[in-house]
């Protein structure tokens, strides 16, 4: 049973930092793209960066390109998201979502439907 897993998150000012955090088990992740996506109230969601695992290649929406990075640890089968230079504008819910159709990471953001869901996870920042 594929399962992902959420930490991180919270309250920070605008400006701060955070690191999200996606544990997924039960399946490998190098034959995945991962992907995470936020919902702010009253707004769609929306996916903001996804990497493959087979190669490491990664995509960003334009609104988050500079400020937030993604990154993975194949070994501990763990991808991260880290949020550097926050504004308000990014509080949102956070979710990390796998699929093994790895082509679903190619910078086309919004024409997929991830297979797996994490919990999700609060960001709130603060002017």
């Known amino acids: 049973e594929v399962q992902l897993v959420q930490s991180g998150g919270g309250l920070v000012q605008a400006g701060g930092s955070l690191r999200l955090s996606c544990a997924a088990s039960?399946?490998?992740?190098?034959?995945?793209?991962i992907a995470w996506f936020r919902q702010s109230p009253g707004k769609e969601r929306e996916e903001i960066s996804c990497?493959?695992?087979?190669?490491?290649?990664?995509h960003y929406r334009d609104s988050v390109k500079g400020r937030f990075t993604i990154s993975s640890d194949n070994a501990k089968n763990a991808v991260y998201l880290h949020l550097n230079k926050l504004e308000p504008d990014d509080t949102a819910v956070y979710y990390c979502?796998?699929?093994?159709?790895?082509?679903?990471?190619?910078?086309?953001?919004?024409?997929?439907?991830?297979?797996?869901w994490g919990q999700g996870t609060q960001v709130t920042v603060s002017s």
């Open positions: 039960g399946f490998t992740f190098d034959d995945y793209a």
């Open positions: 979502a796998a699929d093994q159709r790895y082509y679903f990471c190619s910078g086309q953001f919004g024409l997929w439907t991830y297979e797996s």
């Open positions: 990497i493959r695992g087979s190669d490491g290649g990664t």
